[in-house]
């Protein structure tokens, strides 16, 4: 009877540290986590934003013609390094900061640079064909356009589910998710357009521009944050308890 117990007792435990039960981020501190991640991310917009334009202003200011010309590549460079850091100091104690910092910032200089390619080859056909004099046509090429910039998030996503995959299971889905907080900043950001007709002329283009961008870093934090409370923590010691119950 003690045998049957304590194999029954071994068996019980085994089952239970195999099940993927354990969340990436633990239920008892979703709600800081979540509070911390969005804040940190509303601050990395809005400081890599300065940092950004500080960037590009100053470079502007040289004489040199070779640094006006890298000053919105430079520019970009120092935003995602300083947005990528604001989310990985919330990050650093479930994975590394540093690949996340590197992955997130790769990942949205490429998004970036993608969308923004897409955007001027959209822009330069119809340069050419002389579209932009119908409203239909100015209608169409804002629309793939945004289509555009929505399917460029796939590239932050990939990049971080690159890191994600080795601390969680089942992320496979974290590659669409920036497609999807890019998709919602689109809608947020049409939406607004159609309130402007109720805004004062005088700020009118004020308040649609620190709306929306109060609406967009809002938005790649929220959306994130609820995403990893969600994740499963992968259980990396599977094979070797494994063995060890088969051994007893």
């Known amino acids: 009877m003690q045998t049957n117990s304590h194999n029954s007792a071994h068996l019980d435990l085994h089952q239970n540290y195999l099940q993927p039960s354990s969340f990436f981020i633990p239920r008892s501190q979703r709600r800081r986590f979540f509070t911390r991640f969005t804040l940190m991310t509303l601050l990395g917009w809005v400081v890599g934003g300065v940092?950004?334009?500080a960037v590009e202003s100053t470079l502007n200011g040289l004489a040199s013609p070779i640094w006006q010309?890298?000053?919105s590549y430079l520019a970009s460079i120092a935003f995602a390094v300083v947005f990528a850091a604001d989310q990985a100091l919330v990050l650093r104690p479930y994975l590394s900061g540093w690949l996340w910092?590197?992955?997130t910032g790769v990942g949205w200089?490429?998004?970036n640079g993608v969308a923004t390619s897409w955007s001027n080859y959209i822009l330069s056909i119809a340069a050419s064909l002389d579209a932009t004099s119908s409203s239909e046509a100015v209608f169409i090429l804002g629309f793939l356009s945004t289509i555009s910039y929505v399917i460029s998030g796939i590239w932050l996503g990939l990049c971080q589910w690159l890191v994600l995959r080795k601390h969680t299971t089942g992320a496979w889905w974290w590659n669409f998710l920036p497609a999807i907080s890019f998709f919602f900043i689109s809608l947020l950001i049409w939406l607004l357009t159609?309130?402007?007709d109720f805004l004062p002329v005088a700020h009118r283009t004020s308040i649609l521009y620190w709306s929306g961008q109060g609406f967009t870093a809002v938005i790649l934090g929220v959306i994130p944050a609820i995403a990893l409370c969600t994740l499963k923590k992968k259980l990396h010691h599977k094979?070797?308890?494994?063995?060890?119950?088969?051994?007893?």
């Open 51 to 53: 940092v950004s334009l």
């Open 69 to 71: 010309t890298l000053s």
């Open 101 to 103: 910092m590197l992955a």
């Open 109 to 111: 200089l490429i998004a």
């Open 194 to 196: 159609l309130l402007q």
């Open 239 to 248: 094979t070797q308890v494994s063995s060890s119950f088969s051994i007893k």
